[in-house]
């Protein structure tokens, strides 16, 4: 792989990376965090809650690595589980009955492998948050704080609006996964993920520069979205998202 | 099965490895030793599964294109067309069962193990735009090793776009019928394959949606010799039944008779 991309790598796995966790504590107000999925399991890797962003209840989602070993185990290193995006849509279901916005915060590899997960209908699972998230009433923003991959990440990125930190990723599979994969070819190089790349074809809205005040860029991003997005109305809220996406299916014709 | 090349009077069995003739493959193409049944062409397929005659090709509206500059995917590409004599892994269409008229998509595991990519997920919303235009059922036959790496985020963006289509079909009242063939797997598995009206899937088919070495790898985790299996599946409660293709036009004759039997009567 690339020298940028491994740079890139060891940035957002860090474990002094900023979390989802410290932008919640420091942005939003009144955080209530709502656990399990109503059948069997309540997911670490997956925080699902409420809370006030200046006066407008939103529904939050956020999903990091965990920022010490032990966190780490717990969190399954950000793999979300079945039961986890049973939670999420469960939580996006009651945003948009009570019409709250919904933000999620991502540093993820993926979805969970594993054989409960695929015991519990992991692939149905993703398949219905995305969905959902694609038809949901209420706005939608995603904001990749680290790196995100596969449909896993694909669930909660299916939104309004993405924003993404300088150092961000988003791929079809993780940069390990693709090389291994392709074999020998390099990968970084020639596959759009990076933030830039991403912001070019029309997928990342917007980036968050990493060499300033981060804090302050993210409470201005979730501002605009909410002032971009507020008014419209559901019909409006599912056009936009499915305009945004087929404009950047359309981007891969113009490539060289 | 009458446009078999005349070199493939043997050929191997994929999962017990014996030589079997074409003879013995049968009408259904079933492996005589291990029971277990050989993956189909597109053409094998329609003919097993429609009346004769009966399936009407749609044009795909676009073709595939190395646009990430891979080496090897665009001979990969024109090989995968030399041998299935298709565009890509989707061959989309109208066709009947038993009379009732259908919107039709067929996946090919023979084209790059079906993988997802802009132009299969543009065929699939085709096929689906179809049968909300026309108000057809869909029968949707998958087969997917996952996302086309070879596309990058092109690939895995088909999953979102394929569903808000899925999702209008759906909502329309349309019958969206999936059968889930060998193998289901990954971005296919994650995204329309699973979130159909109907989920069956053929007998011995693997469906999953990571890999059973990823899952291994990952977690460590011994996994039982038939997971991932369609039976499997079906007794974790993931799939509506599991069908051997022998059954499979009476039963989809069946479901498409049991939601037009009130049409009659109202
Ligand atoms: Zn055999």
Redesign the pocket.
């Known amino acids: 792989m690339a020298n940028e991309l491994e740079q890139k790598l060891k940035l957002v796995r860090d474990v002094n990376r900023i979390t989802g966790q410290e932008i919640i504590q420091q942005l939003f107000h009144q955080v209530l965090e709502l656990h399990g999925d109503r059948i069997n399991h309540d997911d670490p890797a997956l925080f699902s809650g409420i809370a006030l962003f200046e006066n407008q209840p939103v529904t939050i989602l956020s999903v990091d690595r965990g920022t010490s070993l032990t966190e780490r185990i717990e969190k399954n290193g950000g793999a979300v589980r079945a039961s986890g995006y049973r939670k999420a849509l469960r939580s996006v279901e009651l945003a948009e009955k009570f019409n709250r916005p919904v933000i999620s915060f991502l540093n993820m590899p993926g979805a969970d492998a594993s054989l409960e997960s695929e015991n519990e209908g992991q692939s149905l699972m993703i398949a219905k948050m995305i969905a959902k998230m694609g038809q949901l009433k209420v706005p939608n923003l995603a904001v990749f704080i680290g790196e995100g991959h596969s449909g896993g990440a694909l669930a909660f990125a299916n939104s309004n609006r993405i924003v993404m930190f300088e150092n961000g990723l988003f791929s079809v599979a993780s940069p390990e996964a693709m090389s291994a994969i392709l074999r020998k070819e390099t990968v970084s190089e020639v596959v759009p993920m990076t933030a830039g790349k991403l912001q070019k074809m029309g997928l990342v809205d917007q980036i968050i520069k990493e060499d300033q005040d981060v804090i302050s860029q993210v409470n201005t991003a979730i501002k605009t979205w909410l002032d971009d997005f507020n008014n419209l109305s559901s019909n409006e809220l599912i056009k936009q998202r499915t305009e945004k996406f087929a404009h950047v299916l359309a981007y891969w014709d113009k490539m060289d | 099965m009458s446009e078999m090349p005349e070199q493939a009077l043997w050929s191997s069995?994929k999962?017990?490895?014996?030589h079997?003739h074409t003879e013995q493959w049968g009408l259904f193409l079933r492996?005589p030793?291990?029971?277990?049944p050989k993956r189909l062409t597109v053409e094998q397929r329609i003919e097993m599964t429609f009346d004769p005659d009966s399936f009407q090709k749609i044009d795909l509206n676009i073709k595939s294109k190395d646009q990430l500059h891979f080496k090897k995917y665009a001979d990969k590409l024109t090989k995968a067309q030399q041998k299935t004599k298709h565009d890509e892994a989707i061959t989309i269409g109208t066709a009947k069962i038993g009379n009732h008229l259908v919107a039709a998509g067929i996946m090919d595991n023979q084209f790059m193990v079906g993988t997802l990519n802009t132009t299969v997920g543009e065929g699939i919303r085709q096929i689906m735009e179809a049968a909300l235009e026309q108000r057809l059922p869909l029968v949707l036959f998958v087969t997917s090793g996952g996302a086309r790496m070879q596309e990058g985020i092109f690939s895995l963006l088909q999953m979102n776009t394929i569903l808000a289509v899925q999702e209008r079909l759906l909502d329309a009242g349309i019958l969206n019928i999936n059968i889930l063939t060998d193998p289901t797997m990954g971005g296919a598995s994650a995204s329309f394959a699973f979130n159909s009206d109907y989920v069956l899937a053929e007998d011995h088919a693997q469906i999953g949606f990571s890999g059973k070495r990823v899952i291994e790898q990952t977690s460590g985790e011994q996994l039982p010799d038939e997971f991932q299996s369609a039976e499997y599946l079906l007794e974790h409660g993931q799939l509506d039944d599991v069908i051997q293709r022998e059954k499979l036009k009476d039963v989809l004759q069946q479901l498409l008779d049991l939601h037009t039997a009130g049409d009659q009567n109202g």
């Open positions: 069995c999962y017990c490895g014996r079997v492996c030793f291990c029971g277990f």
